[in-house]
């Protein structure tokens, strides 16, 4: 029922869900002694329909964030299609076999974690450069962020900090990929702070200027600690199924 999408209290909840998030953004960027606009919040919209994505978009906010490739393929086509400036991250693993299909979805690919998948990108970015010289309206190759397995989990995908700047040297000097930043999953039993100032810290060491860090429950902290990009999943959106 498409009448029920643009239905004005729909918006509204949308649009105040959104403006208490920007709040207490602006609040934590302020106690942390950062600009107001140092970090940006992608609405990571998993397991939801496109209807309770699109008052979003109609209250203006145009970064979002999916963590499965076939559920981004059945969404956003359409919605990028039909509004302007959408920008859309992969917060989840990636299987090699469906790199392809990621980078025509994806503006940015956060969870770039082992050398099969960045060789596996440098060809699909050496591909495109050839069709790009045929068709100058080609998109941009997604930028990246490197997952960090901050908590050096067994389970956890994502480069141990030890192995962290060589895989850096290797995406950016040998494969000529664009990374831009690195970003975490704390562990879900110990507190996050610490590994986001571990994440912080690796970052200024490799230069990198963009932290992907932060979700429902622990933005704030992140933000005191220097992300650029906070995940907001349920405090948008409600809970998930
Ligand atoms: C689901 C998800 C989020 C959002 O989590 P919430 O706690 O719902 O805000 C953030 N990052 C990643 C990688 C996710 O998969």
Same mark, same amino acid.
């Given at each position: 029922?498409?009448?029920?999408i643009?239905?004005?209290?729909?918006?509204?909840a949308?649009?105040?869900?959104?403006?208490?998030i920007?709040?207490?953004?602006?609040?934590?960027?302020?106690?942390?002694?950062?600009?107001?606009?140092?970090?940006?919040? +992608?609405?990571?919209?998993?397991t939801?329909?496109?209807?309770a994505?699109t008052?979003?978009?109609?209250?203006?906010?145009?970064?979002?964030?999916?963590?499965? @490739?076939?559920?981004?393929?059945?969404?956003?086509?359409?919605?990028?299609?039909?509004?302007?400036?959408?920008?859309l991250?992969? @917060?989840?693993?990636?299987?090699?076999?469906?790199?392809?299909?990621?980078?025509? +979805?994806?503006?940015?690919?956060?969870?770039l974690?082992?050398?099969?998948?960045?060789?596996?990108?440098?060809?699909?970015?050496?591909?495109?450069? =050839?069709?790009?010289?045929?068709?100058?309206? =080609?998109p941009?190759?997604p930028?990246?962020?490197?997952? @960090?397995?901050?908590?050096?989990?067994?389970?956890?995908s994502?480069?141990s900090?030890?192995?962290?700047?060589?895989?850096?040297?290797?995406?950016?000097?040998?494969l000529d990929?664009? @990374?831009?930043?690195?970003?975490?999953?704390?562990?879900?039993?110990?507190?996050?702070?610490?590994?986001f100032?571990?994440?912080?810290?690796?970052?200024?060491?490799?230069?990198l200027?963009?932290?992907?860090?932060?979700?429902?429950g622990?933005f704030?902290?992140?933000?005191?600690?220097?992300?650029?990009?906070?995940r907001?999943?349920?405090?948008?959106?409600?809970?998930?199924?």
């Amino acid at each position: 029922m498409p009448d029920m999408i643009s239905a004005p209290e729909t918006t509204d909840a949308a649009a105040q869900k959104l403006a208490e998030i920007h709040q207490r953004m602006a609040a934590a960027l302020k106690a942390g002694g950062r600009a107001p606009d140092a970090a940006q919040l +992608l609405a990571i919209s998993k397991t939801k329909p496109a209807a309770a994505i699109t008052p979003l978009i109609a209250a203006g906010h145009r970064h979002f964030g999916e963590n499965r @490739v076939q559920e981004a393929a059945d969404k956003w086509p359409a919605l990028k299609a039909a509004h302007q400036e959408l920008e859309l991250h992969l @917060v989840g693993p990636l299987q090699t076999n469906k790199a392809k299909q990621a980078i025509e +979805l994806f503006d940015v690919i956060q969870t770039l974690d082992r050398e099969k998948l960045a060789r596996k990108m440098a060809a699909l970015k050496q591909e495109k450069a =050839e069709t790009a010289k045929a068709d100058p309206h =080609e998109p941009p190759f997604p930028r990246f962020f490197i997952q @960090v397995n901050s908590g050096d989990e067994p389970q956890k995908s994502g480069l141990s900090p030890s192995e962290l700047a060589a895989f850096h040297a290797f995406c950016t000097q040998e494969l000529d990929l664009d @990374v831009v930043g690195l970003m975490c999953l704390p562990p879900q039993d110990e507190a996050a702070g610490p590994h986001f100032a571990l994440l912080a810290k690796i970052a200024a060491d490799l230069g990198l200027s963009q932290l992907s860090m932060g979700m429902s429950g622990d933005f704030e902290t992140a933000l005191s600690l220097g992300a650029t990009q906070i995940r907001i999943g349920t405090a948008l959106f409600g809970a998930r199924d």
